[in-house]
DNA sequence: AGATGAACATGATGTTCATCA
DNA sequence: TGATGAACATCATGTTCATCT
């Protein structure tokens, strides 16, 4: 079906149908601004999320927020850093930064473009229907 | 777990972690307006969902169409009424109409809520990570 | 042949369990 | 014992195939 058997998978982050933007993409772009602010790790940025979106009633999943992070190292526009936790007890947790500034830039033009077109199909249809 | 077992099932329709609307309930809505307005067959309502969201780039799939009339006339909120198509060829076509318009009107309610929720959710992103 | 719908396949995401320091 | 991540389960949705007039 493919005429050309090179041409292989550019663009993965795509809905094929074109309606909303996916869970995962809207959270690895949270997932990089956050980072850019401040390190924190996986733990931390779920309670971040679940605080910020409380009033709305969105309460993402912890899996899908470790996913959005691995999808982004993945990605390499995060790396990790391993860290002692400090205090009493000995544990490791790890860490985020920025990977790779351009990189991040990047896919937040794209997510930007995302959520506006998200947008616009939810303006129309309050449009419509309403 | 469940405390009370006859609590059964209510609200079905629900985002378990409250993310964006899904494609169901957005074709659900449109399809009851539409059918408020103009009495369609399946692939009429198929083919105005598509010209009316190309410029945007959203393509609902067939199958989607369908089951969301399937479920309306699960909910009772659509009826269907068997039609010989006019023209040459002897061909059955499905038309809808409203079954029961409180209902209807009930499920838009709902909807409307849905798509503002939608909307603050993506509003805040962009506000939050541009 | 166009319209409908079921069957099938896959993707997106929630839930549970295991591991590690 | 909290943090991380893999395994598992399920739901949402796209694709393909069958049927009927």
Known sequence: MNR????????????????????????????????????????????????????IGYKPSRSEIYRALHDLMDDNILKREKVKKEGAKLQEIILYKIADADAAALYKIQLKAELDRSQLIIKKALKDNF
């Not at 149908?17 to 733990?43: D, N, P, S, W």
């Open 4 to 55: 050309l058997g090179g041409m292989m998978n550019m663009q993965k982050e795509r809905n094929s149908t074109g309606f909303l933007l996916k869970q995962r993409a809207f959270l690895k772009l949270y997932m990089i601004t956050m980072t850019e602010q401040k390190r924190l790790y996986g733990e931390q940025l779920l309670d971040l999320m679940r605080s910020e979106f409380k009033a």
